[in-house]
């Protein structure tokens, strides 16, 4: 059973940054795909990006491209995300995100294809 916990958000001003880690477990997570999402409360968990298990490819949406840099460690067990130049646009619950080896890694964009969640962390960006 793959278990994510993300941790590192907070309050920022607006340009500041912030450093999101996602601590994993489970059998066999270094064959998965890790992805960052976003929720704003009444909208729809967006994805941000999305990274390989072993080629390191990545993915990034529009507004995450430039500002956001996704990384992971497999022998850590954790995928990262840092987080600059953030603006009061960015104010969500930002999940991480397990897609399974099953699934092509175009999949990680495409929240029904996670399988399993962690529980958020909450991001301020305040103006």
């Known amino acids: 059973q793959v278990q994510l916990v993300e941790s590192g958000g907070g309050l920022v001003q607006a340009g500041g940054s912030l450093n999101l880690t996602c601590a994993t477990s489970g059998v066999h997570l270094d064959q998965y795909a890790l992805g960052w999402f976003r929720q704003v409360p009444g909208k729809e968990r967006e994805v941000l990006s999305c990274?390989?298990?072993?080629?390191?490819?990545?993915y990034y949406t529009d507004s995450a491209k430039g500002r956001f840099t996704i990384s992971r460690d497999n022998a850590k067990g954790t995928v990262a995300l840092q987080m600059r130049g953030l603006k009061p646009e960015d104010t969500a619950v930002y999940f991480c995100?397990?897609?399974?080896?099953?699934?092509?890694?175009?999949?990680?964009?495409?929240?029904?294809?996670?399988?399993?969640w962690g529980r958020g962390t909450g991001v301020t960006v305040s103006s």
């Open positions: 990274m390989s298990a072993g080629e390191g490819r990545t």
């Open positions: 995100a397990a897609v399974p080896p099953t699934l092509l890694f175009s999949h990680c964009v495409l929240p029904g294809s996670v399988e399993a």
